[in-house]
């Protein structure tokens, strides 16, 4: 699949830390995720890309994964039910080639397509194959302090034809959108005859096919 691409931005490939004690309470924004329009692009099994986000506590589960489909390439488009402010991220594969290399973070670009990527991230990461979940990359929390759409790129991996991917955590905090109320005033309750001109107006059905 041919897909564009451009410059690799490896210079703000930060160094993995493990996980702090805090364990699973800190790994919850899966609980945020607007799973009816989250997308994962060139994914073999429809719907796998889902899978991947889930407790911290079921990271363990090789059962649930996601695999590249025509190469090894995966774009990730994460929409949330808030605002969030994104501080780590897990990424955990298999012990071989299909562990994904590299991720690239985009923020507040929805739908964002291959092409898109193109585009300077907003960080990367140069990853190392982790096999248990327990590797975080911290983020620039002030880059990610308000993320309504979190769209993550695996560019590559380590040397397989096909990407693997067991468990993403996504460690944050969220905040509640504020709406805005729209209020549609009726100015005229009741029309007075005397200020219109009455015309027979025919009436008239529209189909909208």
């Known amino acids: 699949m041919a897909h564009g691409h451009g410059r690799c931005c ?15 309470a800190a790994w919850g924004l899966y609980l945020r995720i607007d799973r009816q329009r989250l997308q994962c692009l060139n994914e ?17 589960d090789r059962a649930q994964f996601v695999e590249s489909d025509d190469d090894e390439e995966l774009l990730f488009n994460i929409p949330f039910t808030g605002n969030v402010k994104l501080k780590g991220v897990i990424v955990m594969g298999e012990d071989d080639g299909t562990h994904p290399a590299e991720m690239r973070l985009f923020k507040n670009i929805p739908h964002m397509s291959f092409d898109d990527t193109a585009r300077e ?3 990367t990461f140069s990853l190392n194959r982790d ?18 759409h979190l769209s993550i790129h695996f560019p590559k991996n380590f040397g397989a034809e ?16 504020h709406r805005h109320e729209v209020t549609i005033c009726n100015y005229e309750a009741s029309a007075n005859p005397a200020d219109h001109k009455l015309e027979q107006i025919t009436p008239q059905t529209h189909f909208i096919s």
């Open 131 to 148: 096999l248990t979940g327990e590797l975080e990359y911290p983020t620039k929390i002030a880059r990610f302090s308000n993320v309504s």
């Open 121 to 123: 991230p907003d960080q």
């Open 10 to 24: 490896c210079c703000c490939g930060e160094a993995a830390a493990a996980v702090g004690g805090d364990g699973g």
């Open 162 to 177: 096909t990407t693997k991917i067991f468990y993403i955590g996504l460690k944050g905090e969220w905040t509640e959108a």
């Open 44 to 60: 073999r099994r429809e719907g796998s890309g889902a899978l991947v986000f889930r407790a911290w506590e079921e990271r363990g």
